[in-house]
């Protein structure tokens, strides 16, 4: 079964971190740029940041820039997400998508950039 996997969310303390994972299972992502999403009740999803494959090319959202960081393991079949310094508005699920070669759905904010894949979405909360 061809699926990406989320990981690492739950609740935390404002100021603190978490670590985000997103696991490919049946395809290989070195050939993919993964995005991570995020949606909050009420409100549109948002990007948050993305990696190309290749040369590897960062994109973050302005008001995640140097809090979280992207990184990708390609032996690990895996892309993380370390958040640090965390806001009650970074509180939202958090999803990954694949998209191949570049993070062409990312830059472009379209919502209905068709993906090739998407995971199941992992919830992070952060409140005191």
């Known amino acids: 079964q061809l699926q990406l996997v989320e990981s690492g969310g739950g609740l935390v303390q404002p100021g603190g971190s978490l670590r985000l994972s997103c696991a490919a299972s049946g395809f290989t992502l070195d050939n993919y740029a993964i995005g991570w999403f995020r949606q909050a009740p009420g409100k549109e999803r948002e990007g948050v940041s993305c990696?190309?494959?290749?040369?590897?090319?960062?994109y973050y959202t302005k008001s995640v820039k140097g809090r979280f960081t992207i990184s990708r393991d390609n032996a690990k079949n895996t892309v993380y997400l370390q958040m640090n310094s965390l806001k009650p508005e970074d509180t939202a699920v958090y999803f990954c998508?694949?998209?191949?070669?570049?993070?062409?759905?990312?830059?472009?904010?379209?919502?209905?950039?068709?993906?090739?894949?998407w995971g199941q979405g992992t919830q992070v909360t952060v409140s005191s």
């Open positions: 998508a694949a998209d191949i070669g570049y993070c062409s759905g990312y830059v472009s904010g379209d919502p209905l950039y068709e993906y090739d894949y």
């Open positions: 990696i190309t494959s290749g040369d590897g090319s960062i």
